[in-house]
């Protein structure tokens, strides 16, 4: 075997993997594994395409070389966005999947009204409070889209409107007389009384009016959520 042949035979690995790093970087960098189809679900009161675009992903980009995980972050921001998940999709697709916020409650603060979720988190502001949910007339500091406070009473207030959003919770304001909370429902006073266990004062507060012989206009006390008691507004009588 001379050593032209030796020469020859060694050389062919090499070859052969200059070959492969050649079509992986072809396909790395081709035109059929580019971007051509951004689709965002789940996104009804978010806009997450801007915050895409603000990643650097845009059509054309090479889907293999897309950060999933920054585009999740991009569109994270977005106070109505609570979960993200971004998968690619062979070979020109990326599917955007959002899980969005459940606003229940319009929160006073000392200049605006704040929109906030179930976890609450504020979620928009705006100068009048819209419908559809419970109102919290308190006098909270303003807070921004995206805060979420650790006060306690904005977490029971919060726990109320939850609790209520899918009946009555939308009709219902709340209020401070004094050191008390109050509201009405259904042609009911209602005293909720301190700012604790509201979540429980609400579930009992629905028991209560699902009485038959509840007599119109009667006050009804869930201060204290055990023992709920019902004045009758014509005599006075209290009945628990």
Do not use: C
């Amino acid at each position: 075997m001379t050593d032209e042949t030796n020469r020859g035979r060694r050389a062919w690995p090499w070859f052969t993997l200059a070959a492969v790093v050649a079509a992986a970087g072809f396909a790395l960098h081709s035109p059929l594994l580019s971007l051509h189809d951004i689709e965002i679900v789940g996104a009804a009161r978010s806009d997450p395409a801007p915050r895409v675009a603000a990643s650097g992903v845009g059509e054309g980009a090479i889907l293999i070389w897309i950060d999933t995980g920054a585009v999740a972050r991009a569109v994270s921001e977005d106070p109505w966005v609570a979960d993200v998940r971004v998968q690619r999709v062979w070979p020109d697709r990326l599917v955007v999947e959002v899980l969005e916020r459940i606003p229940v409650a319009w929160v006073e603060g000392i200049s605006t009204w704040m929109l906030v979720a179930s976890d609450g988190t504020v979620l928009e502001n705006g100068d009048i409070p819209g419908g559809g949910y419970l109102r919290a007339v308190l006098a909270f500091p303003d807070l921004p889209a995206g805060e979420q406070p650790a006060d306690p009473t904005w977490g029971e207030i919060i726990a109320l409107a939850t609790t209520l959003r899918d009946d009555i919770g939308g009709t219902m304001t709340v209020e401070l007389r004094g050191t008390e909370l109050w509201t009405e429902t259904s042609g009911h006073p209602v005293r909720l009384g301190y700012p604790i266990d509201l979540a429980d004062k609400a579930r009992t507060l629905r028991v209560v009016l699902l009485q038959e012989n509840l007599p119109a206009g009667a006050t009804i006390d869930v201060s204290s959520p055990l023992r709920p008691a019902i004045y009758d507004s014509d005599t006075g009588d209290a009945t628990g």
